[in-house]
């Protein structure tokens, strides 16, 4: 599958932890750096995502915020 988002990170999910109808998917990048995403359940299901899995996250924003 090819995607028009131009920040990929590929890493493998380190935690997941579903809510009642919300996961919080958490995907080690490399570098001890972690992203952590909020997808459906049914994203989850659907995807068949487990720990230990290689996946991608995949970030398309309008508006980037930096603090410091």
Known sequence: ???SARNQLKGKVVELRK???TAHVRIEI???AV????ITNE????LGLK???EAWAVIKAS???VGK
């Open 35 to 38: 992203i952590t995403a909020s």
């Open 63 to 65: 508006d980037v915020m």
């Open 51 to 53: 720990v230990g899995d």
């Open 43 to 46: 994203a989850v299901d659907d």
């Open 19 to 21: 809510g009642q109808t």
């Open 1 to 3: 599958m090819k995607l």
């Open 30 to 32: 490399g570098a001890g």
